[in-house]
């Protein structure tokens, strides 16, 4: 059973987006143009884009790991965390929600040198007014990371005021949608797999084309990844798996870029093994 096997989690970033809805300037362009009011409406960055660049490049980074090392769920944001990936997960996690506490500390630092700057690029656009006190600011920014488990069918015999045919029935709609889950779940892993792979194949397949570390990185940390990911222990995932591992990770980028028969080599198998792959999702 997957509660057996993982947990759920729910990552939330806040962010505040420093854009302001300027009416008075909405109104006047509508009247400048003829147009019906509302038919134009003016939003203004009220701050440099700079401002919030670190911030926003902690959330990115946030949000790749957290995908990374999580699968699908549910449309409402929970995402399959297998057991073994935890602790990894919270260390990584706590990092980075601290250098995302750090990114929003030196923007609070900097908001008065901001506003000051903002004066300079909005010219008659800048109003005081649109810039909120810096305790409200800090209250928009937030990493939320929020685990539950997953239900699990045995626990619905202890509901109470529920007849058993009701218990039953409900028991039958909870297996059938984690099965959905599952499935969905497992085939989130093959394509993460197919499309590593169909890169590789693409990329060292075009002759003389540069192509960044990360194209093999990406792959050996996938391969290294998955057992942990397969929370069903499918063996045609962990059979490919190992096949790429062996056949497909075995030269470093440099090695490839210098190696022209390697890199040819390690293309034609690629693509012989993302062909082999599409059968399974």
Same mark, same amino acid.
């Given at each position: ?43 203004? *960055?009220?701050?440099?884009? +700079?401002?919030? &660049?670190?911030?926003? #490049?902690?959330?990115?980074? $946030? %949000? @790749? ?97 529920? *007849?058993?045919?009701?218990? +039953?029935?409900? &028991?039958?709609?909870? #297996?059938?949608?984690?099965? $959905? %889950? @599952? ?99």
């Amino acid at each position: 059973m997957l509660s057996e096997k993982a947990m759920l989690v729910e990552l939330v970033i806040r962010q505040c987006a420093f854009r302001k809805l300027d009416k008075q300037v909405s109104q006047e362009v509508n009247w400048d143009k003829k147009a019906d009011s509302g038919a134009a409406r003016v939003n203004k *960055s009220i701050l440099k884009k +700079e401002v919030t &660049k670190d911030i926003q #490049k902690v959330s990115n980074s $946030i %949000r @790749t790991y957290h995908y990374k090392m999580t699968m699908p769920y549910n449309d409402g944001g929970q995402r399959i965390l297998p057991i073994g990936n935890h602790a990894a997960y919270t260390k990584e996690i706590n990092k980075l929600q601290q250098e995302f506490r750090d990114a929003v500390d030196t923007l609070l630092q900097n908001y008065s040198k901001a506003k000051e700057e903002a004066k300079g690029f909005l010219g008659a656009l800048y109003k005081e007014e649109d810039y909120p006190d810096i305790d409200i600011i800090a209250d928009k920014f937030a990493v939320k990371i929020s685990f539950s488990p997953v239900p699990d069918i045995n626990t619905l015999d202890k509901l109470a005021g529920i *007849s058993p045919d009701d218990v +039953e029935f409900i &028991k039958k709609q909870v #297996k059938e949608m984690e099965k $959905i %889950r @599952t499935e969905n779940a497992m085939k989130d892993l093959w394509e993460r797999l197919h499309t590593a792979v169909s890169s590789m194949a693409k990329n060292l397949g075009q002759k003389d084309k540069i192509f960044r570390n990360s194209l093999i990185d990406n792959l050996v940390g996938l391969t290294d990844l998955l057992p942990v990911m397969n929370v069903t222990g499918d063996p045609n995932l962990e059979k490919m798996r190992k096949e790429v591992e062996a056949k497909l990770c075995s030269y470093d980028a440099k090695e490839l870029r210098e190696n022209k028969q390697a890199r040819k080599e390690v293309s034609e198998k690629a693509t012989e093994i993302a062909d082999a792959m599409s059968i399974y999702f």
